[in-house]
């Protein structure tokens, strides 16, 4: 028998709290991410007020210097850690993977001086379409189509850029290129990309509208991932009949594996919160395991070196969650958490090398506190510990100190 009939993760996209004791193996533009620190840097030079986060124990979080405006708590109602990245990357489907269990030892490819010509060529060839040569280095997302979004416009070619994260993304104008159409070139693009020298972790397409000087992106967005290489225990959860409900860009993490139920991609942070809130309260989910990505941190505000808006972020999230304690049931248990960092006041515009933070609350606790520092994957192997099934690659179950 389960100790919680239900488990449910969510994922605060990039929230880290602090550099990983490897962190200066890491970099941003040339910068070693060593001094990185999402949450303390947002506390420290914007403010930060996240009252229930700080309840569960967010502010009692060990650190070197405390979180600024988060005070810890005398008497917190859940459990809180962190939590130190084995695998060796710092990108999204790397943090995903291993706290599902997995062990990335050889990184996926990245490609920081843009995509060979074999690659654009053959998706030209596929598509019809041309590809803009000087859009083809790491940029940003939003610069990207701010400089070439009025040409593809009068052109039609292809936006092809990459990122720190390996990652190919292809930017399109929904009226010039439709949103199928990119769909399928996107799709081609995966196959080519499914063994190194150009392994990528994904495919992302990035429909955008409005004219030039008022680009927007739009929620139609689609990541094509290679599936794990091993299983992990979303898979594990699935073989033994359990429910596995997903939310936003989880689906696409795991290239579907392991997933039973999926609930969708978030059009905001906010839709992502509507949508949990309405698989906890579906009468058809009865027993099993949640998995929310809330992509916003990371996407909005964290790449665009904003924070500010991170911060308004967090409080935004901060907000909602007295409501999704409420859709819990008294055997529940909900899981908060990231997947690595994206510090908004750093170097460069990418992810940074940090711990994550780990929040766990159920209304049936008896206690609370601190549980010991660990890594990610424990977060699966407590998953895999309550459900009875077994573990994937690597983690220690941290269960019997939920109490």
């Not at 490819?109 to 859009?135: C, H, M, Y």
């Not at 397409?205 to 008022?214: D, K, L, Q, S």
């Not at 359990?242 to 942070?269: C, L, P, Q, R």
């Not at 010991?372 to 269960?399: Q, R, Y």
Request: aromatic share 8%; glycine share 8%; charged share 25%.
């Amino acid at each position: 028998m389960s100790k919680f009939n239900r488990m449910h993760l969510i994922v605060l996209d990039s929230v880290g709290i602090g550099a990983a004791p490897d962190a200066n193996n890491f970099v941003n533009s040339g910068v070693p991410d060593g001094a990185s620190d999402t949450l303390g840097h947002i506390s420290k030079t914007v403010g930060l007020n996240v009252p229930n986060m700080a309840k569960l124990g967010l502010g009692n979080i060990p650190r070197e210097q405390p979180l600024k405006t988060v005070p810890a708590e005398s008497n917190p109602t859940g459990y809180a850690t962190k939590l130190e990245e084995v695998s060796l990357g710092k990108d999204t489907m790397t943090g995903h993977w291993e706290i599902m269990g997995l062990n990335i030892t050889e990184p996926f490819d990245t490609f920081w001086n843009g995509f060979p010509e074999e690659i654009l060529t053959q998706i030209e060839e596929f598509s019809g379409r041309k590809v803009i040569r000087e859009a083809n280095k790491p940029y940003s997302g939003t610069a990207v189509i701010d400089d070439f979004g009025p040409r593809q416009m009068e052109t039609g070619e292809l936006i092809i850029y990459t990122s720190a994260d390996p990652v190919l993304q292809i930017a399109a104008h929904e009226d010039i290129i439709p949103v199928e159409e990119l769909y399928r070139i996107c799709e081609f693009a995966r196959s080519i990309t499914l063994e190194r020298p150009a392994l990528l972790g994904r495919i992302i397409a990035r429909p955008y509208v409005g004219e030039p000087g008022n680009f927007t992106r739009t929620s139609n967005r689609r990541d094509l991932a290679v599936s794990p290489f091993a299983p992990t225990v979303l898979d594990k959860l699935n073989e033994a009949g359990i429910d596995t409900y997903s939310v936003g860009k989880i689906s696409d993490i795991f290239n579907g594996e392991g997933i039973n139920h999926d609930m969708g991609h978030n059009k905001s942070n906010n839709h992502g919160v509507d949508n949990l809130i309405k698989a906890m309260t579906s009468e058809d989910f009865k027993h099993g395991f949640s998995f929310t990505n809330l992509v916003d941190f990371d996407a909005l505000y964290g790449h665009r070196r904003n924070p500010q808006g991170y911060r308004d972020c967090l409080h935004e999230f901060d907000e909602r969650l007295p409501e999704i304690i409420a859709a819990m049931k008294e055997d529940d248990l909900l899981m908060i958490t990231a997947d690595h960092g994206n510090d908004p006041t750093y170097a460069g515009t990418d992810h940074t090398r940090e711990y994550i933070p780990f929040l766990a609350y159920s209304p049936s606790f008896k206690s609370s506190g601190l549980i010991p520092v660990g890594h990610f994957a424990d977060i699966s192997a407590t998953i895999a510990d309550n459900f009875g099934v077994e573990k994937a690659m690597i983690g220690e179950s941290f269960l019997d100190k939920l109490v």
